[in-house]
């Protein structure tokens, strides 16, 4: 079979001021009706696209997504999206194979997704014929509380894909047990916004080498990381209670916290790409409250 290549493409709108570019995964199902060109100019940054289905979210809805306008929407944004997934069915192999087979005919190169509880022999397949090859989750809720055996998993996966020179992105793998051991080309992940959603803000300790998970509104908790908060520019005070939450500044230290991940990563020797995704565009920060704000903060990065 010959390899498909689905190697990310340039997209048209051009670096500004950051040497990482701003990425972005989000899905047909919540962004179809959303303007990409108008959402890339609201960002001082290049910012790349990455795009699924979303068919997950529109089966919770008791809805699917129509392969025909998820391929019509694909063509409309490709000089904005420079990376998409195949219309995948989770443990629905046939179909799964019939879609990408249809985007392919369109002209399209959709990366295939490989899910947890698929045969490995599934994987093969998959890694024998393209070059770029999404994971859709870890194989049941057990091995998803169990880090062991999410680690045996990845082993397996990965022993795979160095076979076919095969590269992995995760969907929904910002893991770090899982980052630190694994080569993964491109993860993504919606923890960038825990701090809002679950009160427990991502901090990565470039110097520590650690991600570390920080309970906001808890004074003791907080003071003990002071040195990190003043790392990254922010003043703890402004975590110790709920009267001074700010969505905005919680979020964007979530992303600046995977960017500095990213950076440290690829300073080392990885390609670590990191995605940030989120359902509605509306929700994500602006990239200006990400501009270096003092010494410590850069040598963080670096």
Known sequence: MQTQQATPQEPVHRPRTADQPLRIL?????????DLDALAASYPYEVH???DSGAYSAWTQKSKVDIGEYADW????RHRITTYANLDLKRDMVQSRKNQAYLERRGLTPIPVFHGGEPMEYLEELCSGYDYVAIGGSAGEKVQRDRKLQLWWAAKMFGIAQEHGTRFH???MLMWHLIRAFDWYSVDATTWTNGTRFGWLPLFDGRAGELRSVKLWN????EKY???FRSYGENPVHFYDRGQYNTTRNRALGVLSFRCM???LQKRGRRLRIYFADS???QLPMLAQFEFRDQTQRRLWA
């Open 226 to 228: 002071t040195a990190l």
């Open 74 to 77: 694909l063509h409309r944004w």
């Open 280 to 282: 509605y565009p509306s």
């Open 219 to 222: 004074k003791m908790v907080i």
């Open 262 to 264: 990213e950076r440290y």
């Open 26 to 34: 989000g899905s047909f199902w919540y962004w179809k009706d959303a």
């Open 49 to 51: 696209f990455f795009a």
């Open 170 to 172: 995760g969907f929904g």
